[in-house]
């Protein structure tokens, strides 16, 4: 069986500062890992995915993540958060299938 | 940009009714899919869906539930005798080209309270 586990299940930060939303997998198969964004009232969004290679996946808006498989880890990572990162943000798997497994998201709020 | 859409945004139905969930995915994407959070709990894949054909359902895709593309650009989701635990967000999503590591494509799903 796979699973996805996001332990924080809201994280309030200041605009500016730095933040990481944890997510920590279990699977028996090799996988494919994906971070996912939904702003209030949209779908959610593909925000960066780890296939192979490098370990550290980047986006567009400044939010990384590392790919860590001893630890079985793929947490999220921005250095500076503005007010529109505000949303929620979910880890999700593939394993042996296209089909996704997820955990169960963080909210990220983001105070002026 | 092209976006998946969902219709309707909410929908309220009693025990027992059938409702139908519709989607209209990306135009040029080829698989889709249906999942479903409800509330408090994690988003949960029912199934996935090819060439007129599913690809792969959960456990929880019963004989209740049915999927259909009629035309050319609606995918949609039949619970046949709703239950209250049916109630939840279903999101629809498709891709391009299926396969893992392909990138699915949410719509801002369809909130269903079956009461």
């Known amino acids: 069986a796979q699973s996805v586990t996001q332990l924080d299940s809201q994280v309030p930060v200041f605009e500016e500062a730095p933040v990481e939303l944890r997510c920590n997998y279990s699977?028996?198969?090799?996988?494919?890992l994906f971070w996912y964004v939904q702003y209030p009232n949209q779908g959610l969004q593909l925000l960066l995915k780890?296939?192979?290679?490098?370990?550290l996946v980047e986006s567009i808006n400044g939010f990384e993540a590392e790919f860590n498989k001893s630890q079985t880890s793929f947490h999220l990572r921005k250095p500076s958060v503005h007010i529109s990162d505000t949303a929620e943000y979910f880890c999700?798997?593939?394993?042996?299938?296209?089909?996704?497994?997820f955990g169960k998201g963080t909210k990220l709020t983001v105070n002026p | 940009e092209p976006e998946v859409t969902q219709t309707p945004s909410h929908q309220v139905t009693q025990m027992g009714q059938e409702v139908i969930l519709r989607c209209v995915p990306i135009s040029n994407h080829l698989y889709f899919y249906w999942y479903r959070q409800i509330l408090g709990q994690k988003v949960e894949f029912l199934v996935s869906f090819y060439n007129n054909e599913i690809s792969e359902k959960s456990e929880i895709f019963d004989d209740q539930f049915s999927v259909e593309r009629p035309d050319g650009s609606n995918f949609t989701l039949k619970i046949r005798s709703t239950k209250l635990e049916d109630s939840a967000m279903y999101f629809c999503?498709?891709?391009?080209?299926?396969?893992?590591?392909?990138?699915?494509?949410f719509g801002p799903g369809t909130r269903l309270l079956v009461l």
């Open positions: 699977s028996s198969v090799s996988v494919y």
């Open positions: 780890y296939l192979s290679g490098s370990t």
């Open positions: 999503a498709s891709s391009s080209s299926g396969g893992r590591g392909e990138t699915q494509y």
């Open positions: 999700a798997l593939q394993g042996g299938s296209e089909k996704l497994v």
